[in-house]
């Protein structure tokens, strides 16, 4: 990102927007602080909630290309359950853990 004096940018605004346009973010600072920041249009309408013109996201385009294993959903091994507990392979559950569904 590159911070630019007013006085500097003034004079030079058809080639920040140029730089902006091909993916740069600009700040330009008044009296040292930051006071502008120039960012293309298309991050701008994202962040407001501002359509830009692209096409929306068509589900389901990846159809076919992506396998799930059978057992994806499978309990974990104990140990490795423990594990997410801090608790050592062979430590015991603590009494208020032991017969929770998991």
Request: net charge negative; aromatic share 8%; glycine share 10%.
């Amino acid at each position: 990102m590159d911070r630019i004096p007013l006085s500097e940018a003034d004079g030079h605004m058809a080639e920040l927007i140029d730089r902006v346009e091909n993916g740069e973010e600009i700040v330009i600072l008044r009296d040292g602080k930051p006071a502008v920041k120039l960012v293309p249009i298309a991050e701008y309408a994202q962040s407001e909630g501002v359509p830009t013109g692209k096409p929306p996201i068509r589900f389901g385009f990846a159809k076919g290309q992506i396998r799930i294993a059978d057992d994806f959903d499978a309990p974990l091994p104990d140990d490795l359950l423990k594990s997410f507990y801090g608790l050592a392979p062979d430590e015991e559950w603590p009494d208020q853990w032991k017969g929770m569904p998991g």
